[in-house]
């Protein structure tokens, strides 16, 4: 608010003793300065709802609500206390997710779901799922599926198997494999 807005909403007798170089003017200008982060955010608070736009450190607050923390790392310690929780594939791909989080929870617990999400979460093609696995006897194994991946995310294995873990249907076991 401008000095001259918050004047307004003073009392009659108050707005009739402003002036420059007094007590109150200066109290008035004190006031303005208070308030300018404040109406600074507001005024650009849309941009903090959209994960394109939203401060890097927003955006992790932005994956809870919409159930993707669980795929933060934890902040190691000893780190500054500030720090945020990390994404293993960096804040661009946590955007990404974010974006799609909706679409992607309508496909969840299916195979599209599966490679939807991984190709999200890492930003790299190529994953299969193969929902025939047979053992050694050449006998398909029940309610286990391999999860094929390029050998070019093998550095983000555990993010992977997290993934993989968290939408698969529950009663299905699963193993993962990185094709050269």
């Known amino acids: ?5 918050i004047k307004h909403l003073l009392p ?3 707005q009739r003793t ?10 008035l200008a004190v006031m303005e300065d208070l308030h300018e982060p404040s109406e600074d955010v507001l005024g650009r608070l849309a941009t903090f709802f959209n994960p ?3 401060p890097d450190a927003f955006v992790p607050y932005l994956a809870g609500w919409v159930d993707l923390d669980m795929f933060l790392r934890e902040v190691p310690e000893g780190t500054p206390s500030g720090a945020q929780s990390t994404f293993p594939t960096g804040t ?3 955007r990404e997710l974010v974006a799609a989080a909706a679409y992607l929870s309508r496909w969840r617990g299916t195979a599209r779901g ?3 999400f991984l190709e999200t979460a890492t930003g790299v093609e190529g994953f299969a799922v193969d929902e025939q696995v047979l053992d050694k006897s050449g ?4 309610y286990h599926i391999r999860v094929h991946a390029p050998a070019v995310v093998k550095q983000h294995e555990t993010l992977i198997r997290r993934i993989v873990q968290l939408e698969k249907p529950a009663y299905v ?4 494999q990185f094709d050269e």
């Open 1 to 5: 608010m401008k000095q001259e807005e």
């Open 12 to 14: 009659e007798v108050f």
């Open 18 to 27: 402003v002036r420059p170089g007094n007590p109150l003017a200066g109290l």
């Open 52 to 54: 394109y736009q939203a």
């Open 92 to 94: 661009g791909r946590l």
């Open 114 to 116: 599966l490679l939807l």
């Open 139 to 142: 006998r398909a194994i029940p």
């Open 173 to 176: 076991t699963f193993e993962v």
